[in-house]
């Protein structure tokens, strides 16, 4: 099994569809990546992955066109011909998936903590670290 991360942007709203009674959530993200070629100049290389996320989730209401997030899960390649052309798809069956905001102006207000899913958990937010207690000072001098 290969193991796919990427951030991104969604290329379009999620939506639920139902496979033989089994509920998914189905998007696409869109992974730009930038480099600069032996002259210099920055390009930018952006490739699309087909997603689908297992299960029902409330994080559905925030997987909207252009929200930011990050994926893992099981990497698939396939090849098909359009148009006479052959062309390549990447899908991916997202274990996990955090929402890592942006700077949409039509974003939809999202919680103060990131909103994460994954196939152990169906929603949680990550846990807080505890908050650091200065050590206790200890004289160990022996008079």
Same mark, same amino acid.
């Given at each position: 099994m290969l193991v796919l991360e990427a951030i991104g942007n969604l290329g379009a709203d999620a939506i639920i569809k139902d496979l033989n009674g089994q509920k998914y959530i189905a998007f696409s993200v869109a992974h730009t990546e $930038?480099?600069?070629? $032996?002259?210099?100049q920055r390009?930018?290389?952006?490739?699309?992955? $087909?997603? #689908?996320k297992y299960g029902e989730s409330p994080v559905i209401n925030y #997987? &909207? &066109?252009g929200?930011?997030?990050?994926?893992?899960?099981? #990497? $698939? *390649? &396939? %090849?098909?011909e359009a148009?006479? /052309?052959l062309? %390549?798809?990447i899908n991916c069956r997202v274990r996990e998936l955090q929402l890592l905001g942006g700077n949409r102006a039509d974003q939809?207000? /999202?919680?103060?903590? *990131?909103?994460t899913t994954s %196939?152990? %958990?169906?929603?949680y937010a990550p846990p807080q670290p505890p908050a650091y207690q200065q050590p206790e000072e200890v004289d160990d001098l022996p008079f």
């Open positions: $930038s480099y600069k070629d $032996s002259q210099g390009h930018e290389r952006t490739t699309w992955v $087909s997603c #689908l #997987l &909207k &066109k929200t930011r997030v990050f994926i893992r899960g099981e #990497l $698939s *390649a &396939k %090849a098909y148009g006479g /052309v062309q %390549a798809g939809t207000e /999202v919680p103060q903590q *990131a909103v %196939a152990a %958990a169906p929603t």
